[in-house]
């Protein structure tokens, strides 16, 4: 009787404290991590057979009479897997759907497995051939799963030596809107590999399966679009941009420094265009550049803000002093395509005041001392420097064309969406533009009587003679490109109102 005591004291203390962290890791992850969950089953069993050790001996005799112990751990292990399994068929945060699924084909087949296990010791011979018949499924599915994965494994690359030209990850699961966690996994070694490989692009691929709310690659997109919102962002409270360069001993180039304010006009150039900024923060980009880049009397906005220091680990710009070239002068291209960008995302009036400035600095020969025309950079006095050396020209007429007129094609046809600032129309209220579009010259006349600025206004109809479009649900007007085609050589005048 004493040493039952004993024994029971031994093993009844362990088993309470086993049975209790199980069940609570269990509870608590019963959507979650698959490793926690299966830590507290284990723990939960450990527990359960050291509590049946710890039982009397009589009570251990009556149990095991009652229910047989290998059945009873056919029967715990099937709940479990189904316990686990079944919350994560439809897919938690980063709940694996496909890792659900089996926990669910393994519950299944221990459920059956302790059914016929208990027909079989009943006499019944058909249940032992089905048992024999299970095994030999479950060996030859085993198989069949280590040779795919082993065929798998041979072939998969693991070396970091050879030269790639991009890294490639393809779908895996999406649970709603959010990556599962294979392909979770997958994103964050793709992180892990171009982390020293900066020049390396990423590229997604992946498509829309049953249950899933977007596509694979649209979910891979917008998971790395939020680590660089996460990892880069630079919050300054009203104001705030993005972090544009590493220098080469891996440190971060912008930010608040002791000696100052340190901001770059290239990284929000291509945050803004291609939509990592969110609405917010290109508003807050917009205040910073305007506080910190902005200097209208030499055409606008600096490449970047001076860093007081002779920073030569992060290449040429530091071989001139501020104000020239790389360091710090109004570079004419960034500049464009800094008010293409700003235009892209709907925030006119910001691109044209870049535009406007820049051209205005260009014009103003006293201080330029150049032929009309859009220079290379200005200077640290002003001065255009490098007239014919800039592509800057182009992106200027590009954005004017296509953003601030809003005229270009559309999947062959032509659509009319403008930006105009009412600043832009002349007395009378009209803005003109003259191009030729599928091999007919057109003119496009925007009329803007009320002189509305982009935002207070909106397209009313197209007129070209007796021909007339309304505007689309998204507010452009969409003219065939048949019709274009079948104008006369000379082409023709098309009106477009704004009220």
């Given at each position: 009787?004493?040493?039952?005591?004993?024994?029971?004291?031994?093993?009844?203390?362990?088993?309470?404290?086993?049975?209790?962290?199980?069940?609570?890791?269990?509870?608590?992850?019963?959507?979650?991590?698959?490793?926690?969950?299966?830590?507290?089953?284990f723990l939960c069993w450990v527990g359960a057979v050291l509590l049946f050790f710890a039982l009397p001996e009589r009570m251990?005799?009556?149990?095991?009479?009652?229910?047989?112990?290998?059945?009873?751990?056919?029967?715990?292990?099937?709940?479990?897997?189904?316990?686990?399994?079944?919350?994560?068929?439809?897919?938690?945060?980063?709940?694996?759907?496909?890792?659900?699924?089996?926990?669910?084909?393994?519950?299944?087949?221990?459920?059956?497995?302790?059914?016929?296990?208990?027909?079989?010791?009943?006499?019944?011979?058909?249940?032992?051939?089905?048992?024999?018949?299970?095994?030999?499924?479950?060996?030859?599915?085993?198989?069949?799963?280590?040779?795919?994965?082993?065929?798998?494994?041979?072939?998969?690359?693991?070396?970091?030596?050879?030269?790639?030209?991009?890294?490639?990850?393809?779908?895996?699961?999406?649970?709603?809107?959010?990556?599962?966690?294979?392909?979770?996994?997958?994103?964050?070694?793709?992180?892990?590999?171009?982390?020293?490989?900066?020049?390396?692009?990423?590229?997604?691929?992946?498509?829309?399966?049953?249950?899933?709310?977007?596509?694979?690659?649209?979910?891979?997109?917008?998971?790395?679009?939020?680590?660089?919102?996460?990892?880069?962002?630079?919050?300054?409270?009203?104001?705030?941009?993005?972090?544009?360069?590493?220098?080469?001993?891996?440190?971060?180039?912008?930010?608040?420094?002791?000696?100052?304010?340190?901001?770059?006009?290239?990284?929000?150039?291509f945050a803004v265009m291609g939509g990592v900024a969110d609405e917010e923060q290109v508003r807050r980009i917009v205040r910073?550049?305007?506080?910190?880049?902005?200097?209208?009397?030499?055409?606008?906005?600096?490449?970047?803000?001076?860093?007081?220091?002779?920073?030569?680990?992060?290449?040429?710009?530091?071989?001139?002093?501020?104000?020239?070239?790389?360091?710090?002068?109004?570079?004419?291209?960034?500049?464009?395509?800094?008010?293409?960008?700003?235009?892209?995302?709907?925030?006119?009036?910001?691109?044209?005041?870049?535009?406007?400035?820049?051209?205005?600095?260009?014009?103003?020969?006293?201080?330029?001392?150049?032929?009309?025309?859009?220079?290379?950079?200005?200077?640290?006095?002003?001065?255009?420097?490098?007239?014919?050396?800039?592509?800057?020209?182009?992106?200027?007429?590009?954005?004017?064309?296509?953003?601030?007129?809003?005229?270009?094609?559309?999947?062959?046809?032509?659509?009319?969406?403008?930006?105009?600032?009412?600043?832009?129309?002349?007395?009378?209220?009209?803005?003109?533009?003259?191009?030729?579009?599928?091999?007919?010259?057109?003119?496009?006349?925007?009329?803007?009587?009320?002189?509305?600025?982009?935002?207070?206004?909106?397209?009313?109809?197209?007129?070209?003679?007796?021909?007339?479009?309304?505007?689309?649900?998204?507010?452009?007007?969409?003219?065939?490109?048949?019709?274009?085609?079948?104008?006369?050589?000379?082409?023709?005048?098309?009106?477009?109102?704004?009220?």
């Amino acid at each position: 009787m004493e040493r039952e005591k004993k024994r029971a004291i031994l093993l009844g203390i362990p088993a309470a404290v086993c049975l209790l962290f199980g069940l609570l890791i269990v509870i608590n992850n019963v959507v979650g991590p698959l490793s926690f969950f299966v830590e507290g089953a284990f723990l939960c069993w450990v527990g359960a057979v050291l509590l049946f050790f710890a039982l009397p001996e009589r009570m251990r005799r009556r149990f095991t009479a009652a229910v047989r112990i290998r059945e009873l751990a056919y029967w715990v292990l099937a709940v479990t897997c189904l316990l686990r399994g079944v919350p994560n068929l439809r897919g938690g945060i980063t709940a694996s759907r496909f890792a659900a699924f089996l926990l669910c084909c393994a519950g299944a087949a221990f459920a059956v497995w302790a059914l016929l296990d208990r027909w079989s010791a009943g006499g019944r011979r058909w249940a032992l051939w089905c048992k024999r018949i299970m095994l030999v499924l479950i060996a030859l599915g085993l198989a069949l799963f280590a040779g795919l994965e082993a065929w798998l494994i041979s072939w998969a690359r693991t070396d970091e030596t050879t030269p790639v030209e991009a890294v490639v990850v393809f779908g895996a699961g999406v649970n709603g809107t959010e990556p599962s966690l294979s392909l979770l996994t997958r994103l964050e070694a793709a992180l892990d590999y171009v982390e020293d490989r900066p020049d390396i692009p990423i590229v997604v691929s992946g498509c829309q399966g049953p249950g899933e709310d977007i596509s694979e690659a649209r979910c891979m997109a917008d998971w790395l679009t939020g680590h660089l919102r996460r990892q880069e962002w630079i919050d300054g409270g009203e104001e705030g941009w993005f972090n544009s360069y590493y220098d080469n001993d891996g440190q971060r180039v912008e930010g608040f420094f002791p000696v100052g304010v340190r901001m770059m006009l290239t990284g929000q150039v291509f945050a803004v265009m291609g939509g990592v900024a969110d609405e917010e923060q290109v508003r807050r980009i917009v205040r910073s550049a305007d506080h910190y880049l902005y200097r209208p009397e030499i055409g606008g906005y600096r490449l970047n803000t001076d860093f007081g220091e002779l920073k030569f680990n992060l290449g040429r710009m530091f071989g001139f002093a501020y104000g020239e070239k790389e360091n710090g002068a109004v570079f004419s291209h960034m500049t464009v395509m800094y008010a293409n960008a700003l235009y892209r995302r709907g925030f006119a009036k910001e691109g044209w005041k870049a535009l406007k400035t820049l051209s205005d600095a260009a014009l103003h020969f006293e201080t330029s001392r150049i032929y009309p025309g859009i220079p290379e950079y200005f200077s640290a006095d002003g001065r255009g420097m490098y007239h014919y050396l800039t592509g800057a020209a182009s992106w200027f007429m590009l954005t004017m064309i296509t953003e601030a007129f809003g005229v270009r094609g559309q999947a062959g046809d032509l659509m009319l969406n403008p930006k105009l600032m009412g600043e832009q129309f002349d007395a009378s209220g009209i803005a003109e533009l003259t191009l030729t579009f599928a091999g007919r010259p057109l003119t496009i006349r925007y009329q803007n009587t009320a002189h509305k600025d982009y935002g207070a206004y909106v397209l009313k109809q197209a007129k070209c003679g007796t021909q007339s479009w309304k505007p689309n649900a998204a507010g452009c007007i969409i003219l065939p490109r048949t019709w274009v085609e079948h104008l006369p050589p000379e082409g023709d005048l098309i009106t477009v109102d704004l009220v």
